[in-house]
Structures are given as structure tokens and as C-alpha cells.
């Protein structure tokens, strides 16, 4: 299709690791491999994980029996690209070197002095770096996608990192009656209107006498006040592209689900905008290894790609993505390149063909 251009996907090229490190010492060797702009590693003391940043330091500082190699996309990075945040240094040290440096890898170990900056989860957010976060729990204020964190398994000398979480990947929804998604804009209207013989959440929720938009962080406290209201064959969506914070607590939503016999299916897309995008009319797939360091989440990633190609506004949902409008009756139509091109068969893909709907 000509008119989609620049970041156009070529599925048969050849696609590297987006990050992999090995350290080696006379005790152990890591071998890590990780993918995207932001990276946790979970573990309780004893584990391993602040013995890796330790490793990492005495790599830098050249220390004898200590070897390794950092590769980003293939290639293998000079230790001037590396950075390892301890605790032995004071705050200040540590701003200034976020700050001044761009398409490096930063590890960043829970002990260190920059957690307690306030606008450290901003200076993350803004910078164009890779992080490895060494931590106990991950953090809220960071979309972090549920695929890129990690515990550390060790096999003999070996340790390897494993992913902590997993998605769902559920394959077949079948009979579903309430559609809970938190998304407030366009990927709920994106139910409403494909979907009209199932009820979809509302745009709102009443807390306190107020009116709050749907978030992801309360997606499970929702869920569990909908099956305590009696909903039951309940779709839950949520985009797994920036929920790892918030993923433990509907795990622990979903069992007591299991415990009251309701019947509950999970999709877990990296985004609306990624479903979107892998649409047939686009056929542009990514994941968090395309994100590289420009963008904090595969959502952000996407987002941006759409409006490229569709001027794409993410409040609300561009009427060419409702199943049921005439192209004719659209306002936009003699200027869209998009006509004659979509089949709206086609808007409904993958997984949510498997739906039960007149």
C-alpha cells in the first residue's frame, strides 16, 4: 500500500535481541536478554540480582577475572554506553549523568540514592536511554510492559533472567455477556460500537459523589465490584504493553473470581492503537523490542505510528474502526486513503472473532 511509508514492517529481514548481556566471573555467568525501553528485575534478598550489578561495576572498572560483553540490537556497545547506578554515590552525580547521556544502558540497583528524588519517575519517562531496574516490586509510575520483567534463575554457574509474568493469550472468548476494559476513550468505544448486543462498562465511575475516567490501575478493584453486583461471562481487556505494576493484583481479582464460579476470559493485547495497527489494512505488527528507547511503552510507539498514517486522535475512535458505518456516509471520504482498502469484515481480527454476538 502506497500510502503507508517510513516504519512499514519487513517481516523476512533479519531482527535481533534488543539487548543481551553476558558478565562472567569465577563464580557465575549471566546471561541476560532483555527487550524495550524499561526492565525490571524482581527478586528477595539472596537472589542474585544486586550481586549482578556488582558484577557489572567490576566488568566496568576492568577488574581482573571479570569479563563480559553488552550487545544492543547485534551490536556490541563500548563501556562509555554503560552505566551501573549503585549506592556510592551521592543524588546529584547521578541526575547529572541521566541527563547528558542518550542511547545508553543504565542498571540501575534498588539501593540506589536516586529513588528518592522526587521527579525521578519523570526523568526516566524523558530520557533516551534503556533501564535495567533492580527492585523488589515495580514501580507504579513507569508503564512497564508485562513481558519485560523478570526474576533471575540460576543453574549451576549459569543465571539466566525468566519472565516473571505471562500473558494470558487466551484463543477463544465464546459466550460473553460485559465487556470491562480500561480504556475511557476510543478502545472502549472501539466495543460499544463493534459490539452493540453486549454491554460495555461505562466511560466513568462514580467514587466519592465524583466522576473519575477509567484507569488501569483500578482495572481490578472494577472487576471485583462488577462480579459483587452479579455481572458474570465477563471479557476483561487491558493493555499489557504498560500494567506489570498493576498485574499481581488482578491475578489476585481473577482467583477470587475462580472462587465464586464466574466465568471470566482475559485479552491481553499490548494496546488498542497495536490492534489497530495489525489490522489487515496495515498489517503492522510490534512489540516491545520496537520501541527501542525513543518510547516508554509499545502504546506511545503505536500511537504515534497511527497518527502518521490516519491522523489518528486517541480520545476518540476514527470512524473508519466502526464495524457498522457506511464509508459513504462519512464526512472525511473523499480525501481518505483508506477507502476501498478496508474490509470491514476485517475489523473485528484475531481472537475477537471468537466472540458469541448476533
Known amino acids: 500500500m502506497d500510502f503507508i511509508h517510513g516504519h512499514m514492517k519487513i517481516l523476512s529481514q533479519r531482527r535481533y535481541k534488543m539487548l543481551e548481556i553476558s558478565l562472567e566471573n569465577r563464580k557465575f555467568k549471566f546471561n541476560l536478554v532483555f527487550y524495550g525501553k524499561l526492565n525490571f528485575i524482581l527478586g528477595d534478598s539472596g537472589g542474585h540480582k544486586s550481586y549482578l550489578a556488582e558484577v557489572a561495576l567490576n566488568y566496568l572498572d576492568g577488574l581482573h577475572r571479570t569479563k563480559g560483553v553488552f550487545r544492543l540490537d547485534g551490536k556490541v556497545l563500548t563501556q562509555e554506553r554503560i552505566l551501573v547506578f549503585d549506592n556510592k554515590n551521592n543524588l546529584d552525580s547521578y541526575i547529572v549523568k541521566l541527563q547528558n547521556i542518550h542511547n545508553c544502558v543504565v542498571i540501575i540497583d534498588e539501593f540506589c540514592k536516586i529513588h528518592k528524588e522526587r521527579g525521578f519517575g519523570r526523568i526516566i ?57 480500561e480504556d475511557s476513550s476510543g478502545g472502549r468505544q472501539f466495543f460499544v460500537k463493534n459490539f452493540p448486543d453486549i454491554e460495555t462498562c461505562s466511560s466513568f ?93 509499545v502504546e506511545l510507539l503505536c500511537e504515534s505510528r497511527l497518527k502518521e498514517l490516519i491522523n489518528y486522535n486517541k480520545s476518540s475512535l476514527p470512524a473508519c474502526f466502526n464495524r457498522m458505518l457506511s464509508c459513504g456516509s462519512c464526512q472525511n471520504f473523499s480525501t481518505c486513503q483508506l477507502k476501498a482498502k478496508l474490509d470491514k469484515a476485517d475489523i473485528i481480527s484475531g481472537v475477537l472473532k471468537t466472540i458469541n454476538y448476533k
Request: hydrophobic residues 35%; proline residues 2%.
Open 125 to 181: 519517562m524523558e530520557s533516551d536511554n534503556y533501564f535495567i531496574f533492580i527492585s523488589r516490586k515495580v514501580y507504579g509510575f513507569l508503564p512497564v510492559n508485562v513481558q519485560s520483567v523478570y526474576n533471575l534463575a540460576r543453574n549451576g554457574r549459569m543465571i539466566t533472567n525468566v519472565n516473571a509474568y505471562s500473558k494470558f493469550n487466551e484463543r477463544f472468548f465464546g459466550d460473553i455477556r460485559y465487556i470491562l476494559t
Open 205 to 297: 465511575v462514580n467514587k466519592d459523589g465524583k466522576k473519575h475516567s477509567r484507569d488501569n490501575s483500578q482495572l481490578h478493584n472494577y472487576l471485583l465490584q462488577d462480579i459483587n453486583y452479579g455481572k458474570d461471562n465477563i471479557l476483561v481487556v487491558y493493555d499489557s504493553s504498560a500494567y506489570a505494576s498493576f498485574y499481581p493484583l488482578l491475578l489476585e481479582v481473577l482467583e477470587e473470581c475462580q472462587k465464586k464460579h464466574k466465568k471470566i476470559k482475559v485479552l491481553d493485547w499490548e494496546s488498542f492503537e497495536a490492534y489497530l495497527l495489525a489490522l489487515p489494512v496495515f498489517n503492522e505488527v510490534y512489540g516491545a523490542d520496537d520501541t527501542h528507547c525513543q518510547f516508554n511503552s
